[in-house]
């Protein structure tokens, strides 16, 4: 054979390789490759020609204004809490509606003034459930947002205080003794709110609050 050829190694694989523009391109196996040196870089491949610390995040990145926070405060809370109380009120009243009128109306036949007297039952009850839960979710989010900025901090306390102030409010109609009882109402809903919020962190795992 011509001494010109290209050498093999022992395995049969070709060290040399030839080049369209002339002469002979080395060729290196994966494991040659991985030892040679990346300055600045983690040895994460031999062929990386990034920093590989760009490519990886621990957290999510969000472009917010200047001095935003990463999460919702109560201001921005107090839409979808509403909202949702409503919504749940308004479910709540028409299934309660329902079971009313079909009590009420069990002695009579199916027939058209039946079915007009469950309907007003329902719309009644869903109107009457959404604007009680509503009412109560507008006072407790702006009662939450007045404290958070008469405190100029955001805890669990801002939440039961929110939550007996709502309850005070809300039964003041009945005098102090209604008051009373709708604060300790407050209280104990907000309490027991917030122990379910910190109930990660009082096992000693991460809260996962937000």
């Not at 390789?17 to 030892?35: C, D, Q, R, T, V």
């Not at 109380?85 to 709540?92: D, L, Q």
């Not at 109107?127 to 900025?149: C, D, H, I």
């Amino acid at each position: 054979m011509d001494d010109t050829s290209p050498r093999t190694s022992s395995g049969g694989s070709s060290k040399g390789g030839f080049n369209i523009f002339g002469g002979a391109s080395s060729e290196y196996s994966n494991k040659e490759l991985a030892g040679v040196p990346l300055t600045g870089m983690s040895p994460l491949s031999p062929y990386l020609n990034v920093d590989p610390r760009y490519l990886t995040h621990d957290s999510d990145d969000f472009i917010l204004p200047t001095g935003a926070n990463k999460t919702r405060g109560r201001f921005e809370l107090a839409f979808f809490t509403i909202g949702g109380c409503c919504i749940t009120g308004a479910v709540f009243g028409a299934l309660n509606g329902l079971r009313m009128g079909l009590s009420e109306t069990k002695d009579m036949a199916w027939s058209k003034p039946r079915n007009v007297q469950v309907l007003n039952l329902i719309t009644r009850q869903g109107a009457t459930w959404a604007n009680t839960l509503g009412s109560l979710a507008l006072l407790y989010s702006v009662f939450g947002v007045a404290v958070e900025k008469a405190r100029g901090a955001e805890d669990d306390i801002n939440t039961v205080a929110a939550g007996t102030l709502t309850g005070m409010l809300y039964k003041s109609t009945g005098g102090v003794r209604g008051a009373a009882r709708g604060g300790l109402a407050g209280l104990a809903l907000s309490g027991i709110y917030a122990l379910y919020n910190n109930w990660d962190h009082l096992k000693g795992a991460p809260p996962s609050r937000y």
